[in-house]
Nanobody, 118 residues
Framework: QVQLVETGGGLVQAGGSLTLSCAAS????????MGWFRRAPGKAREFVAG????????YGSRSMRGRFTISRDNARNTVDLQMSSLNPEDTAVYYC???????????WGQGTQVTVSS
């Protein structure tokens, strides 16, 4: 089991930056693949970024890769999502997620709201 708690959401102006953090706890936390998803109003959940225990990163789109950076601290079992050049289309509830190696995404945080004003 892995428990996830997100922090860092809020309101930011277009062009601004924001960092989301997620703290993981539980027996499998240190070896889990961790990542971020988001769900904008009226849209399906969208993969944002993921990172393995060894630091291998994946991003949901080229735009995300150029503006977002995912990182993790294995000693503290935390994963951060640094977001820059935010635009109103990035407004969404952002969810921290995790899964054991070779498993689907299976653990979810409660979500944190990010609102980008124009």
């Amino acid at each position: 089991q892995v428990q996830l708690v997100e922090t860092g959401g809020g309101l930011v102006q277009a062009g601004g930056s924001l960092t989301l953090s997620c703290a993981a706890s539980g027996r499998s936390a240190s070896t889990a693949v961790m990542g971020w998803f988001r769900r904008a109003p009226g849209k399906a959940r969208e993969f944002v970024a993921g990172i393995t225990m060894t630091g291998e990163q994946t991003y949901g789109s080229r735009s995300m890769r150029g503006r977002f950076t995912i990182s993790r601290d294995n000693a503290r079992n935390t994963v951060d999502l640094q977001m820059s050049s935010l635009n109103p289309e990035d407004t969404a509830v952002y969810y921290c997620a995790a899964h054991r190696p070779s498993a689907p995404w299976q653990y979810w945080g409660q979500g944190t709201q990010v609102t980008v004003s124009s």
